[in-house]
């Protein structure tokens, strides 16, 4: 028997009989349109009272629930529906709990009966078939005529929370084993022959690469959540722009190509997250690679348009059909087969969203195809 603990009156203590509740409930039976447009949606929602009650569930909500009659769930809270594990630690039931302090969902409740819409996530252990959710709860304040409730919507992330937790553990792992490598590759002393030496540099140079493209990927999916920290720097334009070319022409798209840096580049002096930096020009550099076919020439160069800005540009010599150019950016799309076709879009999202630079392209039969980026020289602005 679960023992009863003092409450912590986060939600009402006391709560509306079944005759309130049926009297509730009917009322929001009323208005049939709102009841099936609820209903067409695939997330969970439910229609709680002033007491953090329900008066209404959709049939996602019902499915979630585990219920084959929805009058089943009307006059619990949500906690007490979803059979969470410390619903019942409190004479008062769900929201009243010591747990419930740190509760998402009761938190987000308790600010759109505040009158504000609210968005948080809630962790929520089942008693019953011994299940765990991760839902996203977003509730907004509802009215009907003088009569105030609160809408609820789950969105289940579960699957979002657990491919997280994997992708952390997975390129932890191995960006540990990537440094164990790299160090000891670079501190190897020299061997006996002049064969064995250029095998030593070939697996420096492919470990290296290996690790730059583990990075990329770890990049991107913390640029897309939102989570990516720069680390910024002072960089001389020619020798990040020579060291770039120097790990890229490695990859098996630069075989038979040969890259140049512009004669007339200049080396002036930015601000910029290097690693950053480097995996815009570097994606630029592979797409220019792969659309270039031998003895093409692949140019890349910097000029200086205005005191306070810096263009970098990777130029080669193809030019793109008009239905490439218009998906160009776009998340997935490629030329090169299903799975491709992050190359582009990370150039736009890394380099405007993080590095604070403006992306574009031109692309014409006469004059081939130039992707450019134009930075800031004094660093990104800050947020």
């Known amino acids: ?33 709102l009841c099936n447009q609820l209903d067409m949606i695939p997330d969970a929602i439910m229609i709680l009272n002033e007491k953090h009650q329900i008066v209404f569930a959709n049939r996602a909500a019902a499915s979630l629930l585990n219920v084959l009659k929805h009058s089943d769930l009307y006059g619990m809270r ?18 009243t709990t010591m747990f419930c302090r740190t509760c998402g969902a009761v938190k987000s409740i308790l600010t759109a009966f505040q009158g504000t819409r609210s968005v948080e ?27 105030h409730f609160v809408m609820l919507v789950l969105n289940d992330i579960s699957n979002e929370k657990r491919r997280e937790v994997l992708e952390r553990t997975f390129f932890h792992d191995v960006n540990n084993t990537l440094q164990v490598l790299l160090s000891t590759a670079e501190i190897m002393p020299p ?35 939102g989570g990516l920290a720069l680390e910024l720097q002072q960089l001389g334009s020619k ?27 200049v080396d002036a002096v930015f601000i910029s997250d290097k690693i950053q930096f480097s995996r815009v020009i570097g994606n630029m550099l592979k797409n220019a690679m792969e659309a270039s076919s031998h003895p093409n020439i692949v140019t890349v160069g910097c000029k200086k348009p205005s005191d306070g800005q810096i ?34 879009y990370s150039i736009k999202l890394l380099g405007e969203v993080y590095l604070g630079g403006k992306v574009s392209f031109t692309s ?8 450019f980026i134009e930075l800031p020289v004094a660093g990104p602005p800050r947020a």
Not at 78 to 92: D, I, Q, R, T, Y
Not at 316 to 344: C, P, Y
């Open 1 to 33: 028997m679960v023992p009863v603990r003092k409450h912590t009156q986060l939600a009402p203590v006391n709560r509306f009989d079944k005759k309130e509740i049926d009297r509730q409930v009917a009322r929001v039976a009323k208005t049939p349109l």
């Open 121 to 147: 996530e809630c962790h929520v252990k089942a008693n019953h078939r011994h299940l765990s959710y991760d839902f996203r709860v977003t509730t907004s304040p509802y009215f009907f005529d003088d009569e």
């Open 78 to 95: 949500p906690g007490e529906a979803l059979g969470c594990v410390h619903a019942n630690e409190s004479e008062h039931g769900c929201g």
């Open 239 to 265: 020798k990040t722009l020579s060291e770039i070319i120097s790990l890229y022409s490695h990859y098996d798209c630069a075989q038979k190509k040969k890259i140049e840096i512009d004669d007339q580049t």
């Open 191 to 225: 061997h006996a022959t002049t064969h064995e030496n250029e095998l030593a540099q070939v697996i420096n140079t492919g470990i290296r690469m290996l690790a730059n493209e583990v990075k990329s990927q770890q990049s991107l999916l913390l640029a897309e959540d």
């Open 364 to 371: 014409t039969p006469e004059a081939g195809t130039t992707f």
């Open 311 to 344: 263009l970098f540009w990777v130029h080669n010599e193809q030019h793109m059909a008009q239905k490439i150019k218009d998906q160009v950016f776009n998340r997935s799309f490629s030329t090169k087969g299903t799975g491709r076709g992050v190359g582009t």
